[in-house]
């Protein structure tokens, strides 16, 4: 334990020997965490109860096919089934091509059948996956388990007071931190929200499964129950017949929040304050805000045409219906509870204060707790008047999003202002401690106000995403309207010295009224939706493809012109997502903050000195391929530290990760604590795009998994002190990041034949039938570089070559061993977590990778002119294999990672089925077909690659 514990100072599971996962198995590193004896029995073995409840839930959906699929069909699922087995045992060309010989066979219809039954399968493998890794963390709780999990709060508090830290350090550091989770409307959840609630409520059914005091009858019931819900899946249509609405993927945000994380964060937070107590220090301040929650559904306008000013306000609205709707339910609950009658005189002047609660009674339109409230109870007039005041509020929303007329309230009658809805909770609560009370506040009283802070009156607030281009083109037509030229022809000293003078002066800039364009009005729309919407709904105004300094200052001029007296404007946020805006990020930073007027609005109370960026993971990978963007990015957060401490401003990041390795995923604690130094700063905002909102937060227990591992790691980051990374590291990472940049462009964007070979030997150009985003593909017309990055990772997952990861990986490592870098490239390895964590990372996505896989696309759907590249590039994957094995010493792929290969074990053998299968459809689609059925085994195919592959884009 000790050793393991003075390897935090270079970021913990970095060093540790299987530091791609969470959970560490004791096989591996010999040692348990919080254990009073040496070796502790698995109650919930490694590998076999994942095998049985995969077994139980295939079983079991194999008896709905026999009871739905005519004999000839089973037969045919049953052969192709006995095949995959054969070929993943043997890996024989043989065996593959007697599996692609009879998919090749099937008929349409068929080829439907066979790529729905073996992409529930997938889904089925994805929920046995996640209850199993429930049932082991459980385990470790229990002390049943020789499980280490480092990202516990209580081996953290262990790790850094063994590290010199003292309770109140630790106390103050999280009672000041915060980890905002962005939910963001990105088109990368392949599965049917149907079809998704579904799978969730068998889920945690397998968990009662587990239970040891079932009955014969209650188990009997549960297998009933499975098979019902099976068969209700699989009579569901996989596919999604329309593209959703910003409003539909709005509501898909929060419904996430209301099932999850509406009782998973403060219940969470209570197990902070329990870690907190066993270190002799008090509960978290009650208001900290270690969680708080942002979208961008309906917020996000960047390449999509069907976001506009309307349908923000009406997402906003939405957000603020359903927050209020679960604040009348919790009290509900609290009317019951806190019949007492004791209270301190604040809570008495504070009610005399109010409306009488029998006159509000009558506002309400259904009431669990009906009966009248004397005087004597002081707690429920209190809440009688918040409850009557939730109501008005709803009832407000409800009239303006049926567009209806709209009641008549005054604004104090409502709830607009989130810190009105807490003054009373306070009251309520401090009125309970001070007579002796304590431990009924902290029930579910202090549940509701840990959620009013952490959700405020609208579950998220909206992010609003504009390119910054948009933003030009605006401007353009004010200023050539005006008289003043065009300003997108002038120089960027131009425009910031006329920006600053708009600015700096308090002349009106935009005429009331101008001829302009759609596009111009909509972007001049916006500004005005953001000014009527404010700070309590909105959160941040963020500039994608922010370029230069004057992209920034733009949008504050914009927001002035448009603005309420008040001046509340919103943060602006610039958004670094290429190769080329992370290299100028210090001029951009050093320019906005010498600017005295930024300055000075960045200085004002609201915004407390700070100054927010983004930096992109996806496009700056797609630019220059992942090595060479995960360095950059390393080297413009170090940077751009450098320049916010010389002008004494506090820098805070917001990381814009993918789920994929391609588009920033992996496991986060390793990321975070990968980070440069002083980059964290108590601070962590992170979207999570997706597939991944359901792999974090799908189940209560992956919440309270999520947010510990977030919790812990930038509480690691913000007290361990790390070591400095060497100048001979430094260099070399700059010669590898130079080289892999200059492969990954010669293949790209230099090879004549790839943008032909890509589109033929993927599905890229038919990504778009699977529905599954309101945003387009493309930002506009053109070839890779105008592809949006998730459909470019989509489309080189889905036949199992992954280039976008690994290409130029190789080559740089080769090119570094050929150099005689070697004895320093394991000293990295070894000592340095950014370096280990991103070939860790590399290492996991090359497992998934399938040469023969990605060959049996190009036999079959390639011209034989382009297929020459398709051979090189399986040559440089199997070169970059060789290398990343060669540094980090193992023999195989993942040795060294028990848990992430019994991942992919567990999907692969029915994952070379569907690739067989959509390879089939293809064919048949680009040779004319167009069958409606054909189609939808296309897209059913790629549904399921999606899911055995756990990610899209």
Request: proline share 4%; aromatic share 8%.
């Amino acid at each position: 334990i000790e050793g393991a514990r003075s390897l935090e100072r270079f970021g913990g599971l970095a060093t540790m020997p299987s530091g791609m996962s969470d959970l560490v198995d004791d096989a591996e590193v010999q040692f348990t965490f919080g254990s009073t004896s040496p070796h502790r029995v698995d109650s919930v073995e490694f590998l076999s109860p994942l095998e049985k409840d995969v077994s139980l839930l295939r079983n079991t959906f194999f008896q709905v096919l026999d009871q739905t699929c005519e004999k000839e069909m089973l037969s045919k699922i049953d052969q192709i089934n006995s095949a995959s087995k054969i070929y993943d045992l043997s890996k024989e060309d043989q065996a593959f091509d007697k599996m692609a010989a009879l998919v090749s066979k099937l008929s349409d219809e068929e080829l439907l059948t066979v790529a729905g039954a073996f992409s529930m399968t997938c889904n089925l493998a994805n929920i046995a996956e996640n209850v199993h890794r429930i049932r082991r963390r459980r385990a470790y709780e229990r002390g049943e388990s020789s499980l280490g999990y480092l990202h516990s709060c209580g081996e953290t508090f262990s790790t850094l007071t063994q590290a010199g830290k003292s309770g109140q350090e630790i106390h103050d550091a999280l009672s000041k931190q915060t980890v905002k989770f962005v939910l963001t409307a990105h088109p990368t959840q392949a599965v049917r929200k149907s079809i998704l609630a579904k799978l969730q409520v068998i889920a945690y059914d397998l968990l009662e499964m587990h239970r040891e005091d079932l009955t014969p009858n209650e188990m009997a019931d549960f297998r009933m129950d499975l098979r019902k819900k099976l068969l209700a899946i699989w009579q569901t249509d996989q596919i999604r017949r329309t593209a959703p609405t910003p409003l539909d993927e709005a509501r898909g945000a929060l419904q996430t929040i209301e099932d999850e994380l509406w009782v998973a964060v403060p219940r969470y937070i209570r197990s902070i304050d329990r870690s907190l107590k066993q270190i002799d220090q008090p509960t978290l301040p009650r208001d900290a805000k270690p969680f708080l929650f942002g979208s961008w559904a309906g917020g996000d306008r960047d390449g999509n045409p069907f976001v506009l000013p309307e349908t923000t306000h009406r997402v906003v609205l939405l957000n603020r219906y359903r927050t209020i709707n679960k604040y009348l339910q919790d009290v509900e609950k609290l009317l019951f509870e806190l019949s007492m009658t004791k209270c301190n005189e604040k809570l008495i002047e504070y009610n005399e204060k109010q409306p009488r609660p029998d006159v509000s009674m009558k506002n309400i339109k259904f009431r669990e707790y009906w009966n009248y409230v004397p005087p004597s109870e002081p707690y429920r007039v209190c809440l009688f008047n918040v409850r009557d005041r939730l109501a008005r509020t709803l009832e407000y929303c409800e009239a303006r999003l049926a567009d209806n007329v709209v009641p008549k309230v005054p604004e104090e009658l409502m709830y607009n202002h989130v810190n009105d809805l807490i003054e009373p909770l306070e009251i309520m609560y401090q009125s309970l401690v001070d007579t002796g009370l304590e431990m009924v506040a902290s029930g579910t009283l202090l549940d509701l106000i840990r959620r009013v802070h952490a959700f405020g009156l609208y579950l998220v607030k909206l992010d609003v995403r504009q390119e910054a281009d948009q933003h030009t083109a605006a401007i353009d037509a004010v200023t050539e309207f005006t008289g003043l030229g065009k300003y997108s022809d002038w120089d960027e000293d131009k425009r910031m010295s006329f920006l600053e003078d708009i600015l700096a002066s308090r002349r009106p800039l935009i005429p009331r009224v101008m001829p302009c364009t759609p596009k111009v009005q909509n972007v001049l729309d916006t500004f005005q939706t953001v000014a009527e919407l404010g700070t309590e709904a909105l959160s941040v105004y963020i500039i994608s493809m922010c370029m230069r300094p004057s992209d920034v200052m733009l949008v504050e001029v914009f927001q002035r012109e448009f603005g309420k007296a008040d001046g509340n404007t919103l943060p602006v946020v610039p958004l670094l997502e290429t190769i080329g805006a992370l290299k100028d990020a210090p001029m951009v930073l050093e320019r906005l903050f010498s600017c005295k007027w930024y300055r000075d609005h960045l200085r004002e109370d609201r915004f407390e000195n700070i100054q927010e960026v983004m930096v992109g993971y996806s496009d700056s990978a797609k630019d220059g391929g992942r090595m060479a963007s995960a360095w950059n990015l390393f080297k413009a957060q170090q940077a751009m530290v450098k320049v916010a401490l010389k002008y004494d401003v506090t820098l805070r990041f917001f990381h814009g990760r993918g789920g994929t390795v391609g588009r920033g995923g992996g496991p986060q604690h390793l990321a975070i604590l990968s980070q440069p130094p002083r980059t964290i700063n108590s601070y962590l905002r992170v979207t999570i795009q997706g597939e991944v909102i359901e792999q974090d937060f799908g189940l209560q227990p992956l919440c309270d998994k999520t947010l510990e591992t977030y919790t812990t790691a930038v509480l690691k980051a913000d007290l361990i002190d790390f070591a400095d990374v060497k100048p001979e590291w430094t260099a070399i990472m700059e010669k590898l990041s130079e080289n892999s940049l200059a492969k990954y462009r010669e293949i790209v964007h230099g090879e004549p034949r790839f943008v032909e070979y890509f589109r033929s030997a993927t599905p890229e150009l038919e990504l778009g039938m699977l529905n599954i985003g309101s945003r387009p593909a493309k930002r506009r017309a053109g070839g890779v570089e105008t592809l949006r990055a998730i459909p470019w990772i989509f489309a080189w997952t889905q036949n199992r070559l992954i280039l976008p990861v690994w290409l130029g990986v190789g080559t740089a490592l080769k090119k570094a061993f050929e150099d005689g870098d070697e004895a320093v490239l394991r000293e990295m390895y070894e000592s340095w977590p950014f370096f280990k964590s991103f070939f860790q990372l590399i290492e996991m996505v090359l497992a998934k990778a399938d040469p023969l896989v990605s060959q049996h696309y190009d036999n079959e759907l390639v011209d034989d002119k382009l297929k020459g590249l398709g051979v090189e590039l399986r040559e440089l994957l199997e070169e970059t294999i060789e290398m990343v094995l060669r540094l980090s010493g193992g023999s195989k792929l993942l040795d060294t990672d028990r848990v992430e290969q019994r991942s992919v074990d567990t999907r692969r053998k029915w994952l070379t089925v569907v690739n067989l299968i959509q390879v089939e459809a293809l064919k048949r689609t680009r040779a004319g077909d167009e069958s409606p059925v054909l189609k939808d085994a296309l897209i059913t195919s790629t549904k399921a690659i999606a899911s055995g592959m756990q990610g899209t884009g």
